[in-house]
């Protein structure tokens, strides 16, 4: 069973382990799931209280966030800096024995460079589930929802006739690149 995430057989990819285990019936039941118990617990007191809380202290991150903004944007800026001037040089070919790194320099660079947009965009989008209402099973459903749901769906978008097209449903690299665009 292929999950929201179809093995493309002329790319030469199996499916993962994620692929098999999160498929579209069980990422659904669990955000169903999660919105259900968050329904019930949001009549009881500690429920109310929770969403408000949940609530205030995302508005208190993104303040606080927002006063560190010099140095987040030193940070982007640099990484975005090193890993341009670290692109201009050709590429060094990996190592031919299996012992030693087979990361180079600039592949970390680019992982880091990744892993700061990837945790800027979460950090937005569950401040958008916990910050749009002080309902617990508003934020509880918008939660779950954009982490079970949302790679799924911009991949389905990414690789849809509008912005990948064929390309982008036949070569999982073609998808990558097509859905930044959607993320960021």
Not at 60 to 88: E, H, K, M
């Amino acid at each position: 069973m292929d999950g929201p995430d179809p093995v493309r057989p002329a790319a030469h990819e199996g499916s993962s382990i994620g692929q098999t285990l999160l498929a579209w019936p069980i990422r659904l039941l669990a955000v169903g799931g999660a919105t259900a118990i968050a329904w019930i617990w949001s009549g009881t007191p500690a429920g109310v209280q929770l969403g408000w809380a949940l609530q205030y202290s995302l508005l208190t991150a993104v303040a606080v966030v927002s006063s560190f903004w010099f140095w987040i944007l030193l940070l982007n800026v640099g990484t975005a800096l090193l890993w341009v001037v670290l692109s201009w040089r050709p590429p060094t070919p990996p190592p031919t024995s299996a012992s030693g790194p087979r990361w180079g320099f600039l592949d970390v660079v680019t992982w880091v460079n990744r892993q700061i947009g990837h945790i800027e965009v979460l950090a937005a989008w569950m401040a958008v589930a916990f910050v749009l209402s002080p309902c617990l099973t508003k934020q509880v459903a918008l939660l779950a929802g954009v982490d079970l749901l949302g790679g799924p769906i911009i991949n389905g978008i990414a690789a849809s006739r509008f912005f990948g097209g064929a390309a982008a449903r036949e070569s999982r690299a073609a998808l990558l690149m097509e859905r930044r665009s959607l993320r960021y």
